[in-house]
């Protein structure tokens, strides 16, 4: 497969631009870099998937034949058979009324004339990929890894040769991001051709093949994934590679030794448990957060890390044991940030509207947000726009500033960053941690990023061992 003179635009101003790129079977090739550089438009371009109001001009060859990427109904014929997409959240684009079996055997080319045999061939590709539990359930009761699995059973059941994978680890712990890499080398060793999206470095070493690296719609290095990923030539690139959270030389980064403490601690759990759908979570569990302690809630998905959060929080109550919390923690002083920033603010609200009320409620000097916008280094308009209109990492900044507010003396921080590219969750990271120190408050930080975990907090509490999934299907079926 070939994709020549890829031009992808909006109006004048030009999104995407590759010259020509070749993909061969049996060899992956990934593409890294920041969000808003391109990534997911050029798969989708040769998917013909572009939003309406997006423009692609160039060409596709593949098995002798040409496209022409301006037309985007031309290949809409290859879906299934030919080329399929991994989405980026399974769990958003799987049918939340619908069981496994079902959702897989629709993708498969005989569905329309023997359904029968559509639903076995999916029952069969379930089990091999350990998921014949699984055939019956719904995706509510399923891990973000199963879900990415049966995602995956959905989209090279119909026999496609080129598989696109766009962001497919986003949000998963390091064992569902292994099988997952595990699932993408089957379909390149089954001599297909295989397309991924990724920020995750760790995953595009192990796919290996070549990695291309994207910047402002251009690709500005290319090669094999061992040269690229270890010897960078581009300043980009390196750039990249330094924002992993194991190579963080920021003053903040911890030592693993635990910050000076006096007086009670902040927060303090005694015979914690806690359940769901017959799943038990934790139990006989004893917490202690100290003033101006980091610790971090470790552990793979499903196995309780904001559940624990939320009840020592006293936003969820245990079903067994007893929470305290210290004076300094009233009035305001006890805050969480969110996975979704989103989540922080009204959505129909202009930022500043929200900011202004949060002052007057708590009678803030107005000076102090104008102070803070600007040690994160964001401009006073942005508050003039709605949460919708600011990128990822900006509104995570914006959630910073408004917890950092109410001077804090515990911040709760639930998977901040996830869902954010390398480079920005290094500058999220960097924005956070430096009020943290100047205001001196605790931290609890929930994260499946070991290496992050490290960097950033000075222990961590570890929940549980990863759950079969066997026994997860049969806990809420």
Same mark, same amino acid.
């Given at each position: 497969?070939?994709?020549?003179?890829?031009? =992808?635009?909006? *109006?004048?101003?030009?999104?995407?631009? @590759?010259? %020509?790129?070749?993909?061969?079977? /049996?060899?992956? &090739?990934? +593409?890294?870099?920041?969000?808003?550089?391109?990534?997911?438009?050029?798969?989708?371009?040769?998917?013909?998937?572009?939003?309406?109001?997006?423009?692609?001009?160039?060409?596709?060859?593949?098995?002798?034949?040409?496209?022409?990427?301006?037309?985007?109904?031309?290949?809409?014929?290859?879906?299934?058979?030919?080329?399929?997409?991994?989405?980026?959240?399974?769990?958003?684009?799987?049918?939340?009324?619908?069981?496994?079996?079902?959702?897989?055997?629709?993708?498969?080319?005989?569905?329309?004339?023997?359904?029968?045999?559509?639903?076995?061939?999916?029952?069969?590709?379930?089990?091999?990929?350990?998921?014949?539990?699984?055939?019956?359930?719904?995706?509510? =009761?399923?891990? *973000?890894?199963?879900?990415?699995?049966? @995602?995956? %059973?959905?989209?090279?059941?119909? /026999?496609?040769? &080129?598989? +696109?994978?766009?962001?497919?680890?986003?949000?998963?712990?390091?064992?569902?991001?292994?099988?997952?890499?595990?699932?993408?080398?089957?379909?390149?060793?089954?001599?297909?051709?295989?397309?991924?999206?990724?920020?995750?470095?760790?995953?595009?070493?192990?796919?290996?093949?070549?990695?291309?690296?994207?910047?402002?719609?251009?690709?500005?290095?290319?090669?094999?994934?061992?040269?690229?990923?270890?010897?960078?030539?581009?300043?980009?690139?390196?750039?990249?590679?330094?924002?992993?959270?194991?190579?963080?030389?920021?003053?903040?980064?911890?030592?693993?030794?635990?910050?000076?403490?006096?007086?009670?601690?902040?927060?303090?759990?005694?015979?914690?448990?806690?359940?769901? *759908?017959?799943?038990?979570?934790?139990?006989?569990?004893?917490?202690?957060?100290?003033?101006?302690?980091? &610790?971090?809630?470790?552990?793979?998905?499903?196995?309780?890390?904001?559940?624990?959060?939320?009840?020592?929080?006293?936003?969820?109550?245990?079903?067994?044991?007893?929470?305290?919390?210290?004076?300094?923690?009233?009035?305001?002083?006890?805050?969480?940030?969110?996975?979704?920033?989103?989540?922080?603010?009204?959505?129909?609200?202009?930022?500043?509207?929200?900011?202004?009320?949060?002052?007057?409620?708590?009678?803030?000097?107005?000076?102090?947000?104008?102070?803070?916008?600007?040690?994160?280094?964001?401009?006073?308009?942005?508050?003039?726009?709605?949460?919708?209109?600011?990128?990822?990492?900006?509104?995570?900044?914006?959630?910073?500033?408004?917890?950092?507010?109410?001077?804090?003396?515990?911040?709760?921080?639930?998977?901040?960053?996830?869902?954010?590219?390398?480079?920005?969750?290094?500058?999220?990271?960097?924005?956070?941690?430096?009020?943290?120190?100047?205001?001196?408050?605790?931290?609890?930080?929930?994260?499946?990023?070991?290496?992050?975990?490290?960097?950033?907090?000075?222990?961590?509490?570890?929940?549980?061992?990863?759950?079969?999934?066997?026994?997860?299907?049969?806990?809420?079926?």
């Amino acid at each position: 497969m070939r994709l020549n003179n890829l031009v =992808v635009a909006h *109006g004048q101003t030009t999104l995407v631009e @590759a010259a %020509a790129l070749d993909f061969v079977p /049996g060899h992956p &090739v990934t +593409i890294v870099g920041e969000s808003g550089s391109g990534k997911s438009l050029l798969a989708h371009a040769i998917m013909g998937t572009l939003p309406a109001n997006l423009k692609a001009r160039g060409s596709l060859s593949m098995n002798g034949q040409t496209y022409d990427l301006a037309e985007a109904g031309n290949r809409r014929k290859l879906w299934g058979p030919v080329m399929s997409l991994l989405p980026q959240e399974p769990m958003l684009a799987l049918d939340p009324t619908m069981r496994s079996r079902e959702q897989v055997a629709e993708a498969a080319a005989n569905f329309r004339t023997d359904k029968g045999s559509a639903r076995d061939a999916a029952a069969t590709l379930l089990a091999a990929l350990g998921l014949a539990r699984a055939t019956n359930a719904f995706p509510h =009761v399923l891990s *973000g890894g199963m879900a990415q699995r049966v @995602a995956f %059973a959905a989209a090279t059941i119909g /026999g496609a040769q &080129v598989l +696109i994978a766009d962001e497919p680890s986003k949000g998963l712990d390091e064992h569902a991001r292994r099988d997952l890499s595990a699932l993408l080398t089957r379909h390149v060793n089954g001599g297909g051709i295989l397309l991924t999206i990724t920020h995750d470095l760790e995953l595009a070493r192990e796919l290996g093949g070549d990695v291309l690296v994207m910047q402002n719609s251009h690709i500005i290095e290319q090669g094999p994934a061992t040269e690229v990923l270890t010897e960078p030539s581009h300043p980009y690139t390196r750039r990249l590679l330094a924002a992993e959270p194991s190579n963080w030389r920021h003053s903040w980064v911890t030592a693993r030794t635990p910050a000076a403490t006096t007086g009670t601690a902040l927060i303090r759990g005694e015979g914690l448990a806690k359940a769901f *759908g017959g799943q038990q979570l934790f139990s006989g569990l004893d917490v202690a957060i100290n003033p101006q302690e980091r &610790v971090s809630l470790s552990g793979p998905s499903g196995s309780g890390k904001t559940t624990l959060g939320n009840v020592l929080l006293r936003l969820l109550a245990p079903d067994a044991g007893k929470i305290q919390h210290a004076e300094a923690l009233q009035g305001g002083r006890l805050q969480k940030l969110y996975q979704d920033p989103a989540l922080a603010f009204p959505a129909r609200v202009p930022l500043e509207d929200s900011f202004g009320d949060l002052t007057r409620r708590h009678r803030l000097n107005p000076g102090r947000l104008e102070e803070l916008m600007d040690s994160l280094r964001l401009a006073p308009a942005l508050l003039a726009r709605t949460p919708g209109q600011v990128s990822g990492g900006e509104l995570q900044r914006l959630a910073i500033i408004r917890s950092m507010l109410l001077e804090p003396a515990l911040v709760f921080a639930d998977e901040p960053t996830s869902r954010l590219d390398l480079i920005t969750q290094e500058e999220t990271m960097t924005c956070l941690m430096e009020q943290v120190e100047r205001e001196g408050c605790a931290l609890v930080l929930v994260t499946h990023d070991s290496s992050l975990a490290s960097a950033v907090t000075h222990r961590s509490i570890a929940l549980g061992t990863r759950q079969k999934d066997a026994e997860r299907i049969k806990a809420f079926t």
